[in-house]
């Protein structure tokens, strides 16, 4: 089982990107997924979850409106879609899945992490 999590990179603050979540040897459809990051010297930190069904969505404070989590299960992947970003954005983000979409908002113990992609945002 393996989480991908792609499209990372060095964008100007006020730009944006979007992160993909896919994953293989497992179907997401059964699993909620959460977007992490962690910026250097700092915990690592929730920014979005999705359930498994797309019904229940949550985000940090610091991303509402300028974020948008959803996934495309006929895909196998879940989404991140980060406009306006903030320097304070920069970290590298991960993408975890648990069946429960509680364990997911409070980010322990989860079934599966993907690999970190980072994201920079230039001031």
């Known amino acids: 089982v393996q989480l991908q999590a792609s499209g990372g990179g060095l964008v100007q603050a006020g730009g944006s990107l979007r992160l993909s979540c896919a994953a293989s040897g497992v179907t997401l459809d059964s699993y909620a997924i959460g977007w992490f990051r962690q910026a250097p010297g700092r915990e690592r930190e929730g920014v979005s979850c999705i359930s498994s069904t797309g019904g229940s969505i949550y985000y940090r404070d610091s991303v509402k409106g300028r974020f948008t989590i959803s996934r495309d299960n006929a895909k196998n992947t879940v989404y991140l879609q980060m406009n306006s970003l903030k320097p304070e954005d920069t970290a590298v983000y991960y993408c975890?899945?648990?069946?429960?979409?509680?364990?997911?908002?409070?980010?322990?113990?989860?079934?599966?992490w993907g690999q970190g992609t980072l994201v920079t945002v230039s001031s």
């Open positions: 975890a899945a648990d069946r429960s979409v509680l364990r997911v908002r409070i980010g322990r113990n989860l079934d599966y």
